[in-house]
Nanobody, 124 residues
């Protein structure tokens, strides 16, 4: 079936940068939209960013606009999340997910496949 594996998480100081990668395997990369979500302790999983197959359409949570950039390389079956100017509030487990449809969506219930998550910790 479809497997999504995140990498690139770690510990970084406030103001620093990280780039997360999400590699898909087990099936040809689909035309469905891809997204990133995050979940901090005691909080619900929240939308971060999404991108359609062509990469032309993107969407971002207000909290990360101007700091995070989502992109994809379909030839490599990989989606990326470039995170700049990181803040302690960005600390969370970050999840890669594939949507049920081709349009970008921020609705967690519109995603069918999920990765295992990667921890991002931003120190103050």
């Amino acid at each position: 079936q479809v497997q999504l594996v995140e990498s690139g998480g770690g510990l970084v100081q406030a103001g620093g940068s990280l780039r997360l990668s999400c590699a898909a395997s087990g099936r040809t990369f689909s035309i469905d939209a891809m997204g990133w979500f995050r979940q901090a302790p005691g909080k619900e999983r929240e939308f971060v960013a999404a991108i359609n197959w062509s990469g032309v359409s993107t969407d971002y949570a207000d909290s990360v606009k101007g700091r995070f950039t989502i992109s994809r390389n379909n030839a490599k079956n990989t989606v990326y999340l470039q995170m700049n100017s990181l803040k302690p509030d960005d600390t969370a487990v970050y999840y890669c997910a594939r949507a049920k449809f081709g349009g970008v969506t921020a609705n967690v219930n519109e995603y069918a496949y999920w990765g295992q998550g990667t921890q991002v910790t931003v120190s103050s």
